[in-house]
Protein backbone atom coordinates (compact mmCIF):
# COMPACT_ATOMS: atom_id res chain seq x y z
CA UNK A 1 0.00 0.00 0.00
CA UNK A 2 1.66 3.56 -0.82
CA UNK A 3 1.23 6.46 1.58
CA UNK A 4 1.73 10.16 0.58
CA UNK A 5 0.84 13.49 2.57
CA UNK A 6 -0.59 16.36 0.08
CA UNK A 7 -0.16 20.34 0.62
CA UNK A 8 -2.68 22.26 -0.94
CA UNK A 9 -1.71 26.23 -1.81
CA UNK A 10 -3.90 28.71 -2.92
CA UNK A 11 -2.66 30.18 -6.17
CA UNK A 12 -4.53 33.47 -5.80
CA UNK A 13 -2.39 35.06 -3.34
CA UNK A 14 0.62 36.17 -5.02
CA UNK A 15 2.87 34.53 -2.40
CA UNK A 16 6.51 34.49 -3.34
CA UNK A 17 8.56 30.79 -3.72
CA UNK A 18 9.48 31.56 -0.23
CA UNK A 19 6.49 32.16 1.41
CA UNK A 20 5.17 29.45 -0.79
CA UNK A 21 7.99 27.30 0.83
CA UNK A 22 7.64 28.38 4.09
CA UNK A 23 3.75 27.99 3.79
CA UNK A 24 4.11 24.50 2.57
CA UNK A 25 6.69 23.56 5.65
CA UNK A 26 3.77 25.05 8.31
CA UNK A 27 1.30 22.52 6.61
CA UNK A 28 3.53 19.30 6.28
CA UNK A 29 4.41 19.65 10.32
CA UNK A 30 1.08 20.40 11.36
CA UNK A 31 -0.74 17.73 9.78
CA UNK A 32 2.03 15.48 10.32
CA UNK A 33 1.67 16.12 14.40
CA UNK A 34 -1.89 15.12 13.79
CA UNK A 35 -1.28 12.01 12.01
CA UNK A 36 1.24 10.88 14.83
CA UNK A 37 -1.79 11.08 17.26
CA UNK A 38 -4.58 9.60 14.71
CA UNK A 39 -2.65 7.33 12.61
CA UNK A 40 0.59 6.54 13.86
CA UNK A 41 0.62 3.54 11.87
CA UNK A 42 0.06 5.41 8.27
CA UNK A 43 3.03 7.55 9.62
CA UNK A 44 5.67 4.91 10.38
CA UNK A 45 4.54 3.30 6.66
CA UNK A 46 5.06 6.36 5.28
CA UNK A 47 8.42 7.37 6.21
CA UNK A 48 9.51 3.79 5.82
CA UNK A 49 8.39 4.71 2.16
CA UNK A 50 10.10 7.76 1.41
CA UNK A 51 7.58 10.02 2.92
CA UNK A 52 5.79 11.18 -0.55
CA UNK A 53 5.06 14.58 -0.54
CA UNK A 54 2.33 16.07 -3.25
CA UNK A 55 1.79 20.14 -3.49
CA UNK A 56 -0.62 21.00 -5.52
CA UNK A 57 -3.03 24.22 -6.13
CA UNK A 58 -6.55 25.53 -5.83
CA UNK A 59 -7.49 28.60 -7.20
CA UNK A 60 -8.48 30.78 -3.89
CA UNK A 61 -10.47 30.57 -0.89
CA UNK A 62 -13.66 29.11 -1.56
CA UNK A 63 -12.26 25.95 -2.85
CA UNK A 64 -9.36 25.67 -0.29
CA UNK A 65 -12.07 25.97 2.35
CA UNK A 66 -14.40 23.87 0.68
CA UNK A 67 -11.70 20.98 0.25
CA UNK A 68 -10.52 20.95 3.60
CA UNK A 69 -13.94 20.99 5.71
CA UNK A 70 -14.69 17.32 3.45
CA UNK A 71 -11.19 15.89 3.91
CA UNK A 72 -10.79 17.28 7.77
CA UNK A 73 -13.38 14.58 8.52
CA UNK A 74 -11.57 12.00 7.09
CA UNK A 75 -8.11 12.60 7.21
CA UNK A 76 -5.38 14.00 9.61
CA UNK A 77 -5.48 17.68 8.12
CA UNK A 78 -4.54 21.40 8.78
CA UNK A 79 -5.53 24.33 7.86
CA UNK A 80 -2.24 27.06 8.02
CA UNK A 81 -3.26 30.81 8.37
CA UNK A 82 -1.10 33.63 7.77
CA UNK A 83 0.45 35.18 10.85
CA UNK A 84 1.08 38.42 8.98
CA UNK A 85 4.50 39.43 9.16
CA UNK A 86 5.32 39.76 5.72
CA UNK A 87 3.42 39.46 2.28
CA UNK A 88 -0.33 38.41 3.37
CA UNK A 89 -2.80 39.67 5.76
CA UNK A 90 -2.98 38.30 9.28
CA UNK A 91 -5.14 35.52 9.97
CA UNK A 92 -5.50 34.74 5.94
CA UNK A 93 -5.73 31.09 4.95
CA UNK A 94 -2.81 30.17 2.77
CA UNK A 95 -2.74 26.35 2.64
CA UNK A 96 -3.57 22.87 4.16
CA UNK A 97 -1.87 19.39 4.54
CA UNK A 98 -3.38 16.07 4.26
CA UNK A 99 -1.99 12.80 6.00
CA UNK A 100 0.05 11.24 5.25
CA UNK A 101 -2.46 9.07 5.03
CA UNK A 102 -3.09 5.91 2.15
CA UNK A 103 -2.75 7.58 -0.95
CA UNK A 104 -5.91 6.02 -2.79
CA UNK A 105 -8.08 7.28 -0.09
CA UNK A 106 -6.40 11.16 -1.00
CA UNK A 107 -6.78 10.98 -4.43
CA UNK A 108 -10.29 10.71 -4.16
CA UNK A 109 -10.20 14.07 -3.08
CA UNK A 110 -7.06 15.61 -4.34
CA UNK A 111 -6.52 13.81 -7.67
CA UNK A 112 -8.22 16.59 -9.89
CA UNK A 113 -6.24 18.92 -8.60
CA UNK A 114 -2.98 20.04 -10.45
CA UNK A 115 0.39 20.74 -9.27
CA UNK A 116 1.81 24.13 -7.91
Same mark, same amino acid.
Given at each position: M??????V??A? *?????? &? !??AQ?A????????? $? +?????GDV??W???????????????????? *?????? &? !??????????????? $? +??????IG?????????????G??K??
Amino acid at each position: MAYKQVIVVRAD *LGMGKG &K !IAAQCAHASVSALEK $A +EMENPGDVREWKETGQQKSVLKVAGKMELLE *LFEKVK &K !IFPTALIRDAGLTQI $A +EGEMTCIGIGPAEEREIDKYTGKLKLL
